[in-house]
T-cell receptor, first 116, second 110 residues
Framework: ETGVTQTPRHLVMGMTNKKSLKCEQH?????MYWYKQSAKKPLELMFV???????ENNSVPSRFSPECPNSSHLFLHLHTLQPEDSALYLC???????????????FGSGTQLSVL | EDQVTQSPEALRLQEGESSSLNCSYT??????LFWYRQDPGKGPEFLFT?????EEKEKERLKATLTKKESFLHITAPKPEDSATYLC???????????WGAGTKLIIKP
């Protein structure tokens, strides 16, 4: 158990649905991240919140919308997704902030998303 | 272009059969090289960080090494519980961003 909790674990949604992924950490970490993991591909960084401020948006389509209401919670709001968005979505946190050299990531178990 | 490549894509070993996983990198400036382990249905779990060529770190049956072009994860006398996907990532000097490899799936047969 890493201390990072993601819900739901599995999600099936239609292309017209709206859903949200939730991530929670009570580790006192200062940075939180959303990653996309597709089979046999490298992890893709989507968004970073560093001390509650969004610092990265790696050309992610607007159908993905992040929200960080406080330092412990991170959401990923989804709407009008495409089948190619089906993947494992991982949340991570790190203790000292995004720009610390020895900054290891603590990952949740992910949400397996299927878009029909 | 900054890139991290892992090989092989998959590796099947008998229990006790030692081997190495490779992570080669071409990045503009490397701040650190990270290794993670990922079990099915879980997120990656941190193993090691290496910062300079020649550095080595060990944990149980795993030893990670770093050169100026690549990193190796050596596994000595592996057990079935070492089966997992092993990911490496290079942290860029310029912006602290991680460039990930696609992983090596390691299967240890009893």
């Amino acid at each position: 158990e890493t201390g990072v909790t993601q819900t739901p674990r599995h999600l099936v949604m239609g292309m017209t649905n709206k859903k949200s992924l939730k991530c929670e950490q009570h580790l006192g970490h200062n940075a939180m991240y959303w990653y996309k993991q597709s089979a046999k591909k490298p992890l893709e960084l989507m968004f970073v919140y560093n001390f509650k401020e969004q610092t990265e948006n790696n050309s992610v389509p607007s159908r993905f919308s992040p929200e960080c209401p406080n330092s412990s919670h991170l959401f990923l709001h989804l709407h009008t997704l495409q089948p190619e968005d089906s993947a494992l979505y991982l949340c991570a946190s790190s203790p000292y902030g995004q720009f610390a050299t020895n900054e290891k990531l603590f990952f949740g178990s992910g949400t397996q998303l299927s878009v029909l | 272009e900054d890139q991290v490549t892992q090989s092989p894509e998959a590796l099947r070993l008998q229990e006790g059969e030692s081997s190495s996983l490779n992570c080669s990198y071409t990045v503009s400036g490397l701040r650190g090289l990270f290794w993670y382990r990922q079990d099915p249905g879980k997120g990656p779990e941190f193993l090691f960080t290496l910062y300079s060529a020649g550095e080595e770190k060990e944990k149980e049956r795993l030893k990670a090494t770093l050169t100026k072009k690549e990193s190796f994860l050596h596994i000595t006398a592996p057990k079935p519980e070492d089966s997992a996907t092993y990911l490496c990532a290079g942290m860029l000097d310029s912006n602290y961003q991680l460039i990930w490899g696609a992983g090596t799936k390691l299967i240890i047969k009893p």
